[in-house]
């Protein structure tokens, strides 16, 4: 059973950096559009980042662009989001989420969810 799980949460200063992972199991998502999306409490999940499945080809947020990158390493059947320049607004519980639709763009249909991890950036 393919099963997503995401690791490196916690609690930041603004300004400071974390790096999610998103670990693969199950099957390989070497052929998959992964993504990362982020839902502040109160709010609807939203799109963060999204990589095409050989890492070519990215997609941001306009609220994240320039201080977050997403990676992914096939070998490892991981994905990465850098954070970088934190902010408050950063604060959420950060989804990953694979994707057998080759598109990028924010409402996609993805077919697999991981359980999520907590973001916290405090002023």
């Known amino acids: 059973q393919a099963r997503l799980v995401e690791s490196g949460g916690g609690l930041v200063q603004a300004g400071g950096s974390l790096r999610l992972s998103c670990a693969a199991s199950?099957?390989?998502?070497?052929?998959?559009?992964m993504g990362w999306f982020r839902q502040a409490p109160g709010k609807e999940r939203r799109f963060v980042a999204a990589?095409?499945?050989?890492?070519?080809?990215?997609n941001y947020a306009n609220s994240v662009k320039g201080r977050f990158t997403i990676s992914r390493d096939n070998a490892k059947n991981t994905v990465y989001l850098q954070m970088n320049s934190l902010i408050p607004e950063d604060t959420a519980v950060y989804y990953c989420?694979?994707?057998?639709?080759?598109?990028?763009?924010?409402?996609?249909?993805?077919?697999?969810w991981g359980p999520g991890t907590q973001v916290t950036v405090s002023s």
């Open positions: 199950g099957q390989t998502f070497s052929n998959y559009t």
């Open positions: 989420a694979g994707s057998v639709v080759g598109c990028l763009v924010p409402g996609c249909d993805y077919n697999y």
């Open positions: 990589i095409s499945w050989g890492g070519g080809s990215t």
